[in-house]
């Protein structure tokens, strides 16, 4: 059968192209990190928007896992519950619960699962012996707290348990983040630390990575017109972001050349969205992430790789969102997600 580092190296490569397919950081050099499922929204809004924002202020828990500083009292028992639906048999799925804490402080736990489905396995010689799972779970613990009456900071402690195949590794990160959010102007700004930490538990002798970030976000609603634009900007640590693409792109054999040029890596940094809010119920959505784009350049994709659409919907008690994008022709993906108060279905 295979060896242990090869079945590892399998598993783990399956679920990061699985990341990377979403929008999340593709490292280079030696750079290379685990645990980039951290990097796939769990927001139906921000995957509409591009797959990045800190800065929407919007009656969905569901945001928070983008930045701790929006969580507040105003999430008061309200429940979120997250699906998205990938290629293969790979689901990913989750829910998160809202609890005020005082006039200026609120507290939510989540639980997060990331399926990949099921894995042929074979012996070096090629014959195959089977099949194997792989998956990855975060339970999260967020508290904020209201600093005035237009900044907020909080905080996120995470414990990530990753099972693949008989493998098992586990790690604790930690995100901060503060918000600054002034309603006269519609103006909202962020700064987040994500994924501080590291591995507890190695799956073997090799300590893997957590992907920290540094990220910075604003959002900006017009006056004139029911229109809110953002721009985010994250992979802060590098400015180097280098990726490849074929040389003759109508030969799909063709050499690959690595690109790394000034516009490229400024462009790899931003991910920027325009939301449409005729009413305060309702949001419409489009998000651009540029790399997502130029990670599928070695794949097939069109001219809809790196955009993303969706929309949502409250109703009474109940909000409703859902989103699309396909990063290259193989694969289109889908997220559904749900909130309700407790307290109003209690009316």
């Given at each position: 059968m295979l060896t242990t580092c090869s079945k590892l190296r399998l598993t783990v490569l399956c679920a990061a192209l699985v990341s990377c397919s979403?929008?999340?950081?593709?490292?280079?050099?030696?750079?290379?990190?685990a645990y980039n499922f951290l990097e796939v929204p769990v927001s139906s809004h921000v995957y509409a928007v591009g797959g990045h924002n800190l800065t929407i202020i919007d009656d969905d828990i569901n945001l928070v896992e983008q930045n701790p500083a929006l969580l507040g009292p105003e999430f008061d028992h309200q429940i979120g519950l997250n699906y998205m639906r990938y290629i293969g048999e790979t689901n990913f799925m989750g829910a998160r619960y809202g609890q005020g804490v005082g006039e200026h402080g609120a507290f939510a736990v989540g639980l997060q699962y990331y399926g990949y489905g099921n894995m042929t396995e074979a012996q070096a010689d090629g014959t195959i012996t089977g099949t194997f799972s792989a998956s990855d779970i975060a339970f999260s613990l967020t508290y904020s707290h209201d600093i005035s009456d237009n900044w907020r900071g909080g905080a996120t402690l995470k414990y990530l348990y990753s099972k693949y195949a008989e493998y098992t590794a586990g790690a604790i990160a930690a995100?901060?983040?503060?918000?600054?959010?002034?309603?006269?102007?519609?103006?909202?700004?962020?700064?987040?630390?994500?994924?501080?930490?590291?591995?507890?538990?190695?799956?073997?002798?090799?300590?893997?990575?957590?992907?920290w970030d540094i990220q910075l976000g604003f959002s900006k609603t017009l006056s004139s017109i029911p229109v809110r634009l953002s721009a985010t900007a994250y992979n802060l640590r590098y400015w180097h972001l280098p990726y490849y693409e074929p040389e003759d792109k109508?030969?799909?054999?063709?050499?690959?050349?690595?690109?790394?040029?000034?516009a490229s890596n400024l462009f790899r940094h931003l991910v920027f969205g325009v939301e449409f809010l005729p009413t305060d119920n309702v949001y419409f959505g489009i998000g651009y992430n540029y790399k997502v784009r130029t990670d599928m350049s070695t794949y097939k994709r069109d001219f809809l790789s790196g955009f993303s659409a969706g929309g949502g919907l409250r109703v009474k008690a109940f909000g409703f969102g859902v989103a699309l994008a396909r990063p290259h022709t193989g694969a289109t993906t889908f997220m559904f997600n749900l909130t309700t108060s407790v307290g109003e279905l209690l009316k």
């Open positions: 979403l929008g999340a950081r593709a490292d280079d050099g030696n750079r290379t990190t995100d901060l983040g503060v918000n600054y959010y002034n309603p006269d102007n519609g103006v909202s700004l962020s700064l987040v630390l994500k994924n501080l930490g590291g591995q507890v538990k190695k799956f073997t002798d090799y300590k893997d990575n957590v992907p109508n030969n799909s054999s063709s050499s690959l050349v690595e690109k790394d040029e000034f």
